[in-house]
């Protein structure tokens, strides 16, 4: 069985007028870079705006996501500390807070914030909670969130406490 060599690559050797000899390598030429440069700046120019387009609607989904973990965060302590528990939100300041938990969470301003709750647990016109009790249940409500044409609604069940993320109809 024979072994077939590779093809050899060949550098040509030029012989420049002085007699030296020059090896020529190949590279980039000026227009080429040029090229590559306008089609960076292009793309450098469209890609942003499609990127914060799609980003109101990831804040949407994030916040209701952040708003259900603190809901079951309530649910959960108000089970095994076996006292009340609340989620307060203040629609105003886009911010809500856990029992349990000293952090006060915020919610992008762009979005559009209401609460559905039992009147007890309302504290003027924008600063409501919803309240979680050891046996599991709760006073129930709901939170909506929206952005434009979308919706999320997190439902909390007042019998059973269990919290729920909807995709809902925005109001107009």
Same mark, same amino acid.
Do not use: C
């Given at each position: 069985?024979?072994? $077939? ?9 030029? !012989? /420049? =007028? ?21 089609? $960076?700046?292009?793309? $450098? ?10 980003? =109101? ?28 528990? !609340? ?7 886009? /911010?809500?807070?856990? !029992? ?9 301003? +762009? ?5 559905? !709750? ?43 406490? +269990? ?10």
């Amino acid at each position: 069985m024979a072994l $077939m060599a590779a093809p050899a690559v060949r550098v040509r050797a030029r !012989t /420049s =007028p002085a007699g030296n000899s020059v090896v020529r390598v190949r590279g980039f030429t000026l227009l080429e870079l040029i090229v590559v440069m306008a089609l $960076m700046a292009i793309l $450098m120019t469209l890609v942003p705006p499609m990127i914060s387009s799609a980003l =109101p609607g990831t804040q949407l989904k994030s916040a209701s996501r952040e708003l259900a973990a603190g809901l079951r965060f309530a649910r959960n302590h108000a089970l095994t500390a076996r006292e009340e528990s !609340t989620l307060t939100l203040n629609v105003e300041k886009h /911010s809500f807070q856990v !029992t349990g938990r000293k952090k006060n969470y915020s919610i992008s301003e +762009k979005l559009k914030i209401e609460l559905l !709750t039992a009147e007890s647990e309302t504290r003027g016109e924008s600063i409501g909670a919803i309240r979680f009790f050891p046996d599991g249940g709760s006073t129930g409500g709901r939170i909506t969130l929206s952005y434009g044409e979308r919706a999320f609604g997190i439902d909390v069940d007042w019998l059973t406490g +269990k919290v729920r993320i909807l995709d809902v109809e925005p109001e107009s």
